[in-house]
C-alpha cells in the first residue's frame, strides 16, 4: 500500500434524507493528481453516487469550481501535492443553493447574465448582423476591455464574495465584470441601455471593495477594478446629467 | 408524460447549436425554438478550441485556395460542392461573429488579423490570441441571450429520438436536476452534440464529448458516415492529452526529436511543422518507432520548441499554451521545450447530412463536428472546424425554419407511445440497480484502452478485429451493468450510463469501418495497406442500424474541380 491522503466532502442528496454530512475517503496519494482526478477517482471505484460537475479538465469550461479547504478553486487546476499531507475538504461552493452534493445551482447567476445585456448593442440595429466588413477595432481599442472577456463564468467570484453572500440580488462580480467589458467595447453603443441595471440598487454601489473576487478568479479577470471603473462612469454620467438636466 | 411543444429544438449548445438557435431567432422569431443541452452552453468543448478560424479575407487570397487546401487536406475524400459552399460562407460568418463582439486579433490599421495554419496555402486563420474557441462560443452564447423568444433547456439530456415513420416528431429527455423524462415535441431537431473523443484514453476531449448525436441518429434510422476517420492532432501534453494549438507552430515553434534534430524535415519537406495533422502524427510516431523519441515516466514523446519566440509574442499570441503548460505540466514554455505527442482530437465522420444540415429523417438535421457534410474528408485541416461550426450551424438553421412551416406535427398520442417504447428501453437497460455487476468505469476503461492501442494512428487487420471483438464483448458486459442508485436529482451514473451505451455503440461502427477500408487516407491509417487505393476506396461509407449488427454502404464522393492526385507536401 502507498501513500494515501484523505477527502472530506460534503454529501447532500434532496431524494434521501436531505441532510448534509460530510463523508470520509482514503484514496491513493498520487503526486500529480488534481482534485478532480481524484474525485473521478472515487466515483469511479469507491462510491459511484458522488455528484459533481466537470468537463474540459483543462480549466476553460468553468464547470468544476467548488471550496477547496474553505477557497473556491477551480478543482481541475488544483492538485492533492499542495495539500498532501494533510486532509482535504471539499464542499459545494458557497452562496448557492446545492443541488446535490458538490452541484449547486446557478440559475440566479444566469438570469443575472442576461440582465447585464452582454451583447453588442448598436444604435442602427442593422449594424449588428451586417456582414458585409469588419468594424475596425485597433490594438490599443481592444487593450480597454480584453481582460474582461476572459471570465469563464466559473462563479468562483459569487462565492467568495461576502457582498453577494448576504444580499443574494447583488449582480455581481462577473455580471457587472461582463456588463463594463461591452460598455468599454468600442464597437458598443449600449452604454445607456446597461447603465439601468449596472448603477441599480443591486448593481455596483452594493460592492463594499472587499477584492475577494479579483483574488480568487482562475482567469485574472479582476472584476473589482471592472466595478470600481463602473462606479466612476456611473458618477460622471450622473454629475453630468445633473448639470445637463438630461437623464 | 409531460409534453413540451416546439417547433424547433436544437440538441447541443455549442458553437454549431448556438449559432442555429441565433440563425433561426433572428429570421423567424415566431418560431417556438429550444437549445437542450446535457451542460450549460458556455461549457461546451466548442470552448477549449485554441488556434483559430480560417476564413479568405485577404487580398492575397481567394475561395478556389481555400478550397484547394482543404480538398487535398482531406485526402481527396471531401465533397467539393460542400466545401465551395463552405469556403464562400465561411467569408460571411467571421466577419459576422466580430460584429458580435468576437475580439478577433487586429492589424495595426484595425482590421482582423490571420495567422499561418498547417496544410493552408495562405495566411487565413482569425483568432484571438489562443483561445478563440472560448470567445467563440462567449461571444456566441452573450449574442444568443438577446433573443427572448430562444428557450433554454440546460442540463437536460435527451434520450431518444422519436421518429414516427421516417419523420421526426421529437426528443425524449431527462431534466437531470429533477431527474424527470418528458416528451419535448418538435417538428425539427437538429444535432449539434460534437464528437466521440472520450471513447480514447489520451484525448484532448472533454468529459462531455460522448458522441450523444451520432448514437441518438443511428438508433433512429439515420445513417452516419465516416466514422472510422478519427483525427490525432501532433501536440497532446503529455500525461493528460491536452491540447496544445496548432498556432505554437504557426507562430513559428518547431519540433525536435532527441537527436536535437527537426525531424519533419524528412517527412514534409515544404510544410514542416506546418503540414497537416495526419502527417505531423504519423512522423512522430515513426521518430517515437525509431528509437528518436524522448522516455519519461509518462512515455515517449518529442519537443515542440517555442523558446525562440521569446517571452513577449508568446504572452501575446499565446498565452493560453503558456498557462497550461504551467497548470498542467509545470513547466513553462518560455525556459523549456514542451514534452508532446499526439493525441486523439476530432471526428472527422458524424452523421450523414447534405449541404444544409439534412439528414435521410424529414425533420432531422446535423451540424457540427457531429454532422459530416462532408467538408473533412478523411482529415480536417486546423482552424476549419471553428469555421464549420459557423456555416453549418448557420444553414442546418436556415434549412429547419424553411421546413417547420410546411410540415405538420407528430400526433400526441403517437408522441406517447414512441416515447414509452423508449422509457421502456431505458428502464430495463439503465434503470435496474443492484441486478447488475458490471462496473461502468470499468467497462469505459476497456473501451478507451481499447481505442487507443487498436483503433490509434496506426491500423492493422488484426488489430481491428480484435477491437470489433472486444467491443462486442463490452456491448454484453453492458447488459449487466450495475447502477448504485436510484435517486432522481442529478443522478449522474445514469447519464454516464447512457454515455457510455452511445460510446459503446459508435465504437463497433469505427473499428469495423477501419478494417472493411483496406486503404490509408488521411487520418485512416492501414500498416498493411500503407497506400491511398482510389480504385476501391475513392467513396464515403454509410452505417445503419439493423438488428443483425451494424450495416456498411458506400456514398459517392462528390468532385467538382479537384481531381484526386498524390497528396505530398
Not at chain 2, 134 to 139: K, P
Not at chain 2, 386 to 410: H, M, Q
Not at chain 2, 480 to 490: C, D, E, M
Amino acid at each position: 500500500m502507498g501513500e494515501e491522503i484523505t477527502l472530506n466532502i460534503t454529501r447532500y442528496n434532496p431524494d434521501k434524507d436531505g441532510k448534509y454530512t460530510t463523508q470520509r475517503y482514503s484514496i491513493p496519494y498520487k503526486n500529480d493528481w488534481s482534485i478532480l482526478d481524484a474525485l473521478n477517482y472515487v466515483k469511479a471505484e469507491l462510491d459511484g453516487s458522488l455528484t459533481y460537475r466537470w468537463s474540459c479538465r483543462m480549466a476553460v469550461c468553468g464547470s468544476c469550481g467548488m471550496m477547496v479547504n474553505g477557497t473556491p478553486r477551480l478543482t481541475c487546476s488544483t492538485y492533492l501535492n499542495e495539500f498532501y499531507p494533510k486532509e482535504i475538504t471539499i464542499e459545494p461552493l458557497a452562496n448557492f443553493p446545492v443541488i446535490r452534493d458538490l452541484v449547486v445551482d446557478i440559475n440566479d447567476f444566469m438570469a443575472k447574465l442576461k440582465s447585464a445585456k452582454p451583447w453588442i448593442i448598436r444604435k442602427n440595429k442593422r449594424d449588428e448582423d451586417d456582414t458585409s466588413k469588419e468594424y475596425l477595432q485597433t490594438t490599443g481599442q481592444m487593450d480597454k476591455y480584453y481582460q474582461q472577456t476572459l471570465c469563464i463564468n466559473c462563479t468562483l467570484c459569487y462565492a467568495a464574495c461576502p457582498v453577494y453572500g448576504l444580499h443574494p440580488d447583488f449582480l455581481g462580480p462577473a455580471v457587472i465584470a461582463l456588463g463594463h467589458r461591452y460598455n468599454k467595447d468600442s464597437r458598443d453603443e449600449g452604454k445607456a441601455d446597461r447603465r439601468e441595471v449596472l448603477a441599480s440598487e443591486h448593481g455596483v454601489w452594493k460592492c463594499t471593495v472587499v477584492g475577494d473576487c479579483t483574488e480568487v478568479c482562475p482567469k485574472h479577470v479582476d472584476p473589482s477594478a471592472a466595478i470600481q471603473r463602473t462606479k466612476v462612469d456611473s458618477a460622471i454620467n450622473w454629475f453630468f446629467s445633473f448639470l445637463t438636466g438630461r437623464k | 408524460m409531460d409534453v413540451i411543444n416546439h417547433d424547433i429544438l436544437i440538441v447541443g449548445g455549442g458553437g454549431a447549436g448556438l449559432r442555429a438557435a441565433i440563425e433561426i431567432s433572428k429570421s423567424n422569431p415566431s418560431l417556438k425554438t429550444a437549445v437542450v443541452s446535457k451542460v450549460y452552453p458556455m461549457r461546451s468543448h466548442t470552448v477549449a478550441a485554441e488556434g483559430g478560424s480560417a476564413a479568405v479575407l485577404k487580398e492575397d487570397d481567394n475561395h478556389d485556395l481555400h478550397a484547394y487546401d482543404t480538398v487535398k487536406g482531406s485526402d481527396f475524400l471531401a465533397d467539393q460542392d460542400a466545401v465551395e459552399v463552405f469556403v464562400r460562407d465561411a467569408t460571411r460568418e467571421v466577419v459576422q461573429i466580430e460584429r458580435w463582439g468576437c475580439p478577433w486579433n487586429r492589424e495595426e490599421d484595425g482590421r482582423i488579423a490571420t495567422r499561418w495554419f498547417g496544410g493552408m496555402s495562405r495566411k487565413r486563420t482569425l483568432h484571438a490570441a489562443d483561445k478563440t474557441g472560448f470567445h467563440l462560443l462567449h461571444a456566441l452564447f452573450q449574442t444568443s441571450l438577446k433573443y427572448d423568444t430562444l428557450m433554454r433547456y440546460d442540463e437536460w439530456f435527451v434520450a431518444a429520438l422519436l421518429v414516427d415513420e421516417g419523420k421526426l416528431g421529437g426528443v425524449l429527455a431527462l431534466d437531470t436536476r429533477r431527474g424527470v423524462f418528458s416528451i419535448l415535441a418538435a417538428k425539427a431537431v437538429i444535432l449539434c452534440t460534437g464528437g466521440v473523443g472520450r471513447m480514447y484514453a489520451f484525448t484532448s476531449n472533454a468529459g462531455i464529448k460522448t458522441g450523444d448525436g451520432a448514437a441518438l441518429a443511428y438508433r433512429a434510422g439515420a445513417p452516419i458516415k465516416d466514422m472510422e476517420f478519427i483525427q490525432f492532432h501532433p501536440s497532446g501534453l503529455l500525461r493528460t492529452g491536452i491540447l496544445i494549438t496548432e498556432a505554437s507552430r504557426g507562430e513559428g515553434g518547431y519540433l525536435y526529436n532527441k537527436d536535437g534534430k527537426r525531424f519533419m524535415e524528412n517527412y514534409a519537406p515544404s510544410k514542416m511543422e506546418l503540414a497537416p495533422r495526419d502527417i505531423v502524427s504519423r512522423s512522430i510516431i515513426e521518430e517515437v518507432l525509431a528509437g528518436r523519441g524522448f522516455e519519461g515516466p509518462y512515455g515517449s514523446y518529442v519537443q515542440l520548441d517555442l523558446r525562440h519566440l521569446g517571452e513577449a509574442k508568446i504572452m501575446e499570441k499565446l498565452p493560453m499554451v503558456r498557462e497550461l503548460c504551467l497548470d498542467f505540466a509545470g513547466m513553462d514554455p518560455v525556459y523549456e521545450p514542451i514534452p508532446i505527442r499526439p493525441t486523439m482530437h476530432y471526428t472527422m465522420g458524424g452523421v450523414h447530412t447534405d449541404k444544409d444540415g439534412k439528414t435521410p429523417i424529414a425533420g432531422l438535421y446535423a451540424a457540427g463536428e457531429g454532422g459530416c457534410v462532408s467538408i473533412h474528408g478523411a482529415n480536417r485541416l486546423g482552424s476549419n472546424s471553428l469555421t464549420e461550426l459557423l456555416v453549418f450551424g448557420a444553414r442546418a438553421g436556415r434549412s429547419a425554419a424553411e421546413y417547420v412551416p410546411i410540415s405538420k406535427p407528430c400526433s400526441s398520442e403517437r408522441l406517447q407511445s414512441l416515447a414509452k417504447r423508449e422509457m421502456d428501453i431505458i428502464q430495463k437497460r439503465y434503470m435496474q440497480p443492484g441486478n447488475g455487476k458490471e462496473k461502468a468505469g470499468a467497462i469505459l476503461a476497456d473501451l478507451r484502452k481499447t481505442m487507443d492501442e487498436k483503433v490509434g494512428i496506426y491500423r492493422t487487420d488484426d488489430g481491428l478485429k480484435d477491437a470489433v471483438q472486444i467491443i462486442q464483448r463490452l456491448k454484453e458486459r453492458f447488459t449487466g451493468i450495475r447502477i448504485t442508485q436510484q435517486s432522481k436529482v442529478f443522478n449522474t451514473e445514469l447519464t454516464g450510463a447512457m454515455e457510455l451505451d452511445n460510446m459503446l455503440e459508435i465504437a463497433h461502427v469505427i473499428a469495423m469501418n477501419a478494417r472493411i477500408r483496406k486503404e490509408s487516407r488521411g487520418g485512416h491509417a492501414r500498416k498493411d495497406f500503407p497506400k491511398r487505393d482510389d480504385e476501391q476506396f475513392l467513396h464515403h461509407s454509410l452505417v445503419f442500424k439493423t438488428p443483425e449488427g451494424p450495416k456498411r454502404e458506400t456514398f459517392p464522393v462528390t468532385i467538382t474541380k479537384w481531381k484526386p492526385e498524390e497528396r505530398k507536401y
